[in-house]
């Protein structure tokens, strides 16, 4: 069993950032096929950057997360990062972090993911 509990969400201005982080627990080995989704008011849940935490450690951004959000784990493997810079006006939602137990072809789809951490919310003001 894992248990996913995220942090660091909170208000700010266009332009700013936030380090929301998810602070993985449980039972058994630590999750190595892990991503962060959202969801905006009244919008589909969106897949934003996964990280697979292995010798390649590759990593997916979302179209709109390239280029301003990194995505990482922390050194001790339980602790799974996303760093969001230069936040937009479409940024703000409730922020998921997920983890599954296997690889999937697609790490955007959340059906793949059998733990879901409960959100974090992002605000961002003009």
């Known amino acids: 069993q894992v248990h996913l509990v995220e942090s660091g969400g909170g208000s700010v201005r266009t332009g700013g950032s936030l380090r929301l982080s998810c602070s993985i627990s449980g039972s058994g080995l630590r999750p190595k096929y892990m991503a962060w989704f959202r969801q905006g008011p009244g919008k589909e849940r969106e897949g934003v950057a996964a990280?697979?935490?292995?010798?390649?450690?590759?990593?997916w951004y979302a179209p709109f997360a390239r280029g301003r959000f990194i995505v990482s784990f922390g050194h001790t493997n339980d602790i799974f990062w996303l760093q969001m810079n230069d936040l937009k006006p479409d940024d703000p939602a409730t922020y998921y972090c997920a983890a599954a137990s296997a690889r999937m072809p697609s790490v955007f789809e959340s059906r793949h993911y059998e733990y879901w951490g409960q959100g974090t919310q992002v605000t961002v003001s003009s």
């Open positions: 990280n697979w935490n292995d010798d390649d450690d590759p990593r």
